[in-house]
């Protein structure tokens, strides 16, 4: 099945940018995910999907600051303009036939 | 809109068994597989399983056979996960979420349930 890798933590200032990374493994490096926000005490909310060619799909009503893009097996998450709403965890999501698979998540600090 | 209702908390002992409600409604109940997920406090995030209500077969992690059945009611629109023989390691939220369409990314979360297992 498919593995999912993400760091810890990351951090950056009110008002800039932060890329998030998740990176599939190998084998399954052409694989779709979807990146998920939770903020503080909330239940996880869909934020869009990224597939392999670098496209990405946004959920209804996830604002324009956030865009997503791939290199490889690396998926990304960009928010710009970051605002204090914006500290939460994200978490990516993939799936085959067999499994669904989370990545460990990133705990986002918006300084 | 769509809308995945969860109960509040439960508190049981170890040993004991927990049955979770999921209450859809805002779509056709039986057209998209329910999911379960769980967090352990201050954890990810951790896949249980899924049920299609339209027929009732499910797929669960290996991690959760033979401990979980996952069931629905067509009549009131409601999955269920029963988690049995619980542990302390068990105490978590646990979510249910509805996929975008077969085998896809899931889009719609219920606000979870807390199970803690204690004496």
């Known amino acids: 099945q498919p593995v999912l890798t993400q760091s810890s933590s990351a951090s950056a200032s009110l008002g800039s940018s932060v890329k998030l990374t998740c990176t599939l493994s190998?084998?399954?490096?052409?694989?779709?995910i979807a990146w998920h926000q939770q903020q503080p005490g909330k239940a996880p909310r869909y934020l869009m999907k990224?597939?392999?060619?670098?496209?990405?799909s946004k959920g209804s009503g996830v604002p324009d600051r956030f865009s997503g893009s791939t290199s490889g097996a690396d998926r990304y998450l960009t928010i710009s303009n970051l605002q204090s709403e914006d500290e939460a965890d994200y978490y990516c999501?993939?799936?085959?036939?067999?499994?669904?698979?989370f990545g460990g998540g990133t705990k986002l600090t918006v300084l | 809109q769509v809308q995945l209702a969860q109960s509040g908390a439960e508190v049981k002992k170890p040993g004991a068994s927990v049955k979770v409600p999921c209450k859809a409604s805002?779509?056709?109940?039986?057209?998209?597989?329910i999911h379960w997920v769980r967090q352990a406090p201050g954890q990810g995030l951790e896949w249980m399983g899924i049920i299609n209500p339209s027929d009732g077969t499910t797929k669960y992690a290996q991690k959760f056979q033979g401990r979980v059945t996952m069931t629905r009611d067509t009549s009131t629109s409601t999955v269920y996960m029963e988690l049995s023989t619980l542990r302390s390691e068990d105490t978590a939220i646990y979510y249910c979420?509805?996929?975008?369409?077969?085998?896809?990314?899931?889009?719609?979360w219920g606000q979870g349930t807390l199970v803690t297992v204690s004496s």
């Open positions: 990224v597939e392999g060619s670098g496209t990405y």
């Open positions: 999501e993939t799936w085959d036939s067999n499994s669904r698979v």
């Open positions: 979420a509805r996929g975008a369409g077969s085998g896809s990314f899931l889009l719609y």
């Open positions: 805002g779509y056709t109940f039986t057209s998209f597989y």
């Open positions: 190998s084998r399954h490096s052409s694989y779709i």
